[in-house]
């Protein structure tokens, strides 16, 4: 069973920046963000192969987020950016083998949620 522990999260003026962690139990999976603002469906953030040889981004976050890994600490991270109030939202990490890494298809593992709150 893989655990998924994410921090980082909080309240940040727009302009600002965060960073998100995720550390992961168990074997390399393939690993991605996700949010969900409220009142919307969950999407696509971003993703990194569990090698970092494929990386993909949402068009609303090209150019403003970053996502890495470090397989020698089993986590994946998501530097945030040029935040914008659009940006609020609970993100999720997850972990699995999706055929596409920005469809959630695929991603077995999902973690608790952190609040991300961008003010204006």
């Known amino acids: 069973q893989v655990q998924l522990v994410e921090s980082g999260g909080g309240l940040v003026q727009a302009g600002g920046s965060l960073r998100l962690s995720c550390a992961a139990s168990?074997?390399?999976?393939?690993m991605g963000w996700f949010r969900q603002a409220p009142g919307k469906e969950r999407e696509f953030v971003a993703a990194?192969?569990?090698?970092?040889?494929?990386?993909s981004y949402a068009d609303s976050v090209k150019g403003r987020f970053t996502i890495s890994r470090d397989n020698a600490k089993n986590t994946a991270y998501l530097q945030m950016n040029s935040l914008k109030p659009e940006d609020t939202a609970v993100y999720y990490c997850?972990?699995?083998?999706?055929?596409?890494?920005?469809?959630?298809?695929?991603?077995?593992?999902w973690g608790q949620g952190t609040q991300v709150t961008v003010s204006s």
């Open positions: 997850a972990a699995g083998d999706p055929p596409v890494l920005h469809r959630n298809v695929g991603y077995n593992y």
């Open positions: 990194i192969s569990w090698n970092g040889g494929s990386i």
């Open positions: 168990g074997r390399r999976y393939a």
